[in-house]
């Protein structure tokens, strides 16, 4: 049954991704209606933020319908070989466990507040990647991408504000280089003999920098990687700068 349902579950989503309406979906299932309904429930307002919230019953019937499904997720053989997109739907779905759980009482909210290094932020992280994914309108999607872009870098910002000491990553332009590494965005990215770069960085370069914020208001670079989109269109330089 478990295995039916994480494949009926996908076959929806995707339908309804391609205008099909639920019912119409549902009845394509009418012995997993009642547990399919409550999961398509909550990914279609995961992933439309102009849909009204879910009224609180619908919330909690939702709740249980989704810990039912993660405890057939957790008791599955872990001997059984699970292919690639079976295991990514799991995850996808105890994603939404998370984010079900936790949204009634207020966690959602407050990890909305939560900088790197605070036990919050993981939760913060997962309830973005569950809005991307279940975020089907490719406008919408490219708003989120540039929505979470922006807060990478306000939190990398208030770190360094703050002195505080945190892993980070955030994407941003190269504005400047500097004796001992780059300006992007307005924050000091510092190159050392161990970051890891892979293409030449030059002034106008889209990149994404992972690594760590310091007391004098710099980032220690761990990986400089070049921007997706860079990546996407081919604008870039063979084998990478060291500094």
């Avoid at 400089?224 to 990478?240: K, M």
Wanted: net charge negative; hydrophobic share 40%; glycine share 8%.
């Amino acid at each position: 049954m478990s295995r039916a349902l994480h494949e009926a579950f996908e076959n929806c989503w995707q339908e309804m991704q391609n205008g099909v309406e639920m019912d119409a979906c549902l009845s394509a299932y009418p012995l997993l209606a009642a547990q399919l309904k409550p999961l398509l429930e909550s990914a279609r307002h995961l992933g439309n933020a102009t849909q009204p919230p879910l009224a609180a019953g619908a919330l909690q019937r939702n709740k249980q319908h989704i810990l039912a499904y993660a405890s057939q997720l957790g008791s599955s053989s872990p001997k059984a070989s699970l292919p690639g997109r079976t295991l990514r739907r799991a995850i996808i779905v105890i994603a939404i466990l998370i984010f079900m759980v936790f949204s009634g009482n207020n966690l959602v909210g407050v990890s909305a507040r939560a900088l790197p290094g605070e036990s919050l932020y993981p939760l913060k992280r997962s309830v973005e990647h569950v809005q991307l994914k279940f975020t089907s309108n490719q406008d919408q999607r490219i708003l989120l991408e540039d929505e979470f872009s922006h807060r990478r870098l306000d939190e990398t910002e208030t770190l360094l504000t703050s002195g505080r000491i945190a892993r980070v990553e955030f994407d941003g332009i190269v504005q400047q280089e500097l004796p001992s590494g780059w300006l992007v965005n307005g924050i000091p990215v510092v190159v050392t003999g161990d970051t890891l770069l892979g293409f030449t960085i030059t002034v106008g370069s889209g990149v994404e920098v992972v690594g760590q914020t310091q007391l004098d208001g710099s980032v220690i670079a761990e990986r400089i990687d070049p921007h997706a989109e860079e990546v996407e269109t081919g604008e870039l330089s063979e084998e990478g700068d060291n500094h």
